[in-house]
C-alpha cells in the first residue's frame, strides 16, 4: 500500500480511530499494529507475507535461544550466526541470485566455459532490505547484551512490521523501537499534531517536487547522448532533488505517522544537501543505514581506531556492501565505491570528524567558505545520484563523459532548441524554493516544527500555512509515482 495512495487515505485513520478508541490495553494494541501491519504489506501481493513472517519468526526463536545458552559463549555464537546466514540468504536469493548467476557465468564464459547456470524470474518483496537488517538487529543486540530477548512474540512482530517505516525505513534498532512496544501509551496531542505537520511536508516534497522531477527524468536520461552537457547535469541535478525529496519525503511521512500512535523513530535525513563536506553529508543522509552499517560491519572491522591505511580499507569494505545492498547492479557498487574513494581522500586529510554543527548556525548566510564547501559537496554528490540512476555502468560512463567533454561548446549554441534546459530550470525552482524553507528550518527536526516566536505563536498564521501547502498539492502534485527506495 503506498502512503500517496487513496487505500492508505482510508487504511490510516480507521487504523487510528481502532488504536486509541477502540483497542485500549497494550497488548491489544500490538496485536492491531501486526494485522494492520500485514494488511498493510499484503496490499501488493499477498505472497511477501510469508517471507516476513519467516524472517520474524526465526530472529525471535534465535533470541530465544541465546538467552536459553546464556553463558555458553560457543552456542550464542552458532544460534547468532545461524539466524544471520538465514536471513542474509533469504535477501541473497530474492535480491541477488540472478545477478551473480549472470556475472559468473560471464567470467567463466571469458576463458570459454558456459555454465548451465539457470536463472529465475523472481519477484523482489517490497523493502525486503529494510525488514532483514532490522530482524538482525534484533539479534546481535541480543547476542551482544544491548537489550534482553522478549518473549512476547506478538510485540516482536510488531516490531519487525510496524507499518509506517516498514518498506523504506528508519531501519530501527531493537533497543529504540521493541521497548516502546514493551511499554503502555498515551495519546499525546502535541505529539499527534507535529506528526500530522512533518506528514504533511513530507507529502509536499514526494508529490510535487519528488513526482514532478521524476517525470523530467525519465523522460530525458535515455537520451543523454543526443543532448548537451549543460543539460545533462541540470538532469543529473534534477534527480539528485528528486531522490532526496522522494526518500526523505517517505521518511517524514513515516516518522510523523508514527508519532500519531505514539512512537519515536530515528531521525533519517537531517539537510544532507546543506552539508560541508562529503562525511558530514553521509551523517546527514539515510543516517539509519549509515549508523547500521557504522555499527554493525564498520566496527566490528576496527573502525577508526586502526592506522590510516586500514581505517581506507574498512570503508571501502563498507561502501562496497552498501553499494550492493542498493541493488543487485554494477551501477550501485560503484556508486558506493565512488564515495569510497571521496572518504577516504578526506580522511587522508584528516577533516573525516569534522562539522558536527549546523551550518552558519546562529547566522542566516553562510561564509564565503561555507558556501563553497556545500556546492563542492553537492556537485559531487550530483556526479554519484547519476552513477546511480544509470540503469548499466556503460551508461553511467557514457553519461558523465558526454556531460564533461559536451559541457559548455554545445550547450551555448543549443540552449535556445531543444536542449531541454528551459524544462529542466522550471523543475528545478521549485526545489530550490523547498531547500530555502529547509535553510531556514535547519536547526529543527523538519521544516514545519514551528517555533513559539511570532508570527507562528498565532494559529491563524500556523493554519494559513497548512491550506497553502494542502492547496499547492491539490494543484501542483505530479503524476503517482511509486518510491524510489521501495525497490531496495
Known sequence: MLFNSFEFLVFLPIVFLLYWFVFRSRRWQNLLVVVASYVFYGWWD?????????????SFGSGLLLEHYKGQRRRQQLVSAANIVLNLGILGVFKYYNFFV??????????GWHLDWVTMQIILPVGISFYTFQALSYTIDVYQKKLPATHDIVE????????????????????????????????????????????????????????????????????????????LFLLGVLFTFQIYCDFSGYSDIAIGCARLFGFNLMRNFNYPYFSRSIPEFWRRWHISLTTWF??????????????KWKIIRNVYIVWGISGLWHGANWTFVCWGLFHATLLAI?????????YQHV??????????KEAFQMALTFFL????????????????VGYLSHMFTQFLP?????????????????????????LFVEWLQRDKQHALQFSAARPFNYRVVRWFIYYSILLIIAKYAGTSQSFIYFQF
Not at 557504522?294 to 592506522?307: A, E, M, Q, V
Not at 578526506?346 to 569534522?354: A, D, H, P, S, V
Not at 548556525?361 to 564565503?368: A, D, K, N, V, W
Open 102 to 111: 549472470e556475472n559468473l557465468d560471464a567470467l567463466f564464459g571469458a576463458i
Open 156 to 231: 516482536f512482530f510488531a516490531y519487525i512490521s510496524f507499518f509506517p517505516q516498514l518498506v523504506a525505513g528508519p531501519i530501527e534498532r531493537a533497543t529504540n523501537l521493541l521497548p516502546q512496544f514493551q511499554r503502555d501509551r498515551q495519546f499525546d496531542y502535541a505529539k499527534a499534531v507535529d506528526g500530522c505537520r512533518q506528514m504533511l511536508w513530507g507529502f509536499l516534497k514526494k508529490l510535487v517536487i519528488a513526482d514532478n522531477c521524476a517525470v523530467v527524468v525519465n523522460e530525458y536520461w535515455n537520451q543523454y547522448a543526443e543532448l548537451p552537457g549543460l543539460t
Open 381 to 396: 554528490a550530483v556526479i554519484g545520484w547519476i552513477i546511480f540512476r544509470a540503469e548499466t555502468m556503460d551508461q553511467a
Open 359 to 368: 551550518v552558519a548556525y546562529g547566522r542566516f548566510l553562510p561564509s564565503i
Open 346 to 354: 578526506y580522511n587522508l586529510f584528516g577533516i573525516n570528524t569534522k
Open 410 to 434: 554545445n550547450s551555448m549554441l543549443r540552449v535556445g532548441s531543444n536542449s531541454g534546459i528551459g524544462v529542466m530550470l522550471f523543475q528545478i525552482a521549485p526545489a530550490v524554493l523547498m
Open 46 to 58: 499477498w505472497r511477501f507475507l510469508l517471507l516476513i513472517a519467516i524472517t520474524s519468526l526465526c
Open 294 to 307: 557504522r555499527d554493525y560491519i564498520y566496527f566490528p572491522l576496527g573502525g577508526s581506531r586502526c592506522d
